[in-house]
């Protein structure tokens, strides 16, 4: 499937690709690898490193069963993220819950005392954009369901734009509530 989805950020390839699977990440390892094939078969040494040849072998048999469990290390970048925890915590403050505010869930409610404080952070303006202060109003608080589905396309979705969505996908039914 991945060399789908990097057909559709190839701007050389004529086809569509998978474009429905094509993420910000296929994209953003197509601009760092595609005219460095050195820097990728680097890359690509640095992961298959770390996993013993008889499994790469092993994986490449097995197509009705998998191996899990097993302790891998990945060699990866990741975006650096902190405000989470104090917009939690301010909303906690403000409004004594953490509901999502495309969809109205509270952890609280099925959960009980397990779901005090439980919800995930959607940082509005993504973080591939690049290196900058985040506000507190730049972040959401959203349910896991929310979160992946607002990141699910092509594009990261506004959380009024996931809000309609399940609006028009549930006609008559009472809207979301919003924070």
Known sequence: MEPGNFKAVDPSYEGEG?????????????ERFADDRD????????IRSGVPSE???????EAETVVEGRVLYSLHRRRERRRGPEKKRKVLRETGRLHCEVCGFDFVEPYG????GFAECHHKRPLHEGLRETRLSDLAIVCSNCHRMLHRGERV?????????MD???PG???????
Do not use: M
């Open 18 to 30: 998978l474009g429905r699977g094509a993420t910000g990440r296929e994209a953003e390892i197509w």
């Open 39 to 46: 820097a990728l078969k680097q890359a690509a040494d640095a």
């Open 55 to 61: 499994d790469l072998e092993r994986a490449e048999e």
């Open 113 to 116: 005392e397990l779901g005090e």
């Open 157 to 165: 979705l506004s959380t009024d734009e996931l809000r309609t969505t």
């Open 168 to 170: 028009e996908a549930q």
């Open 173 to 179: 039914e009472a809207s979301p509530r919003q924070a």
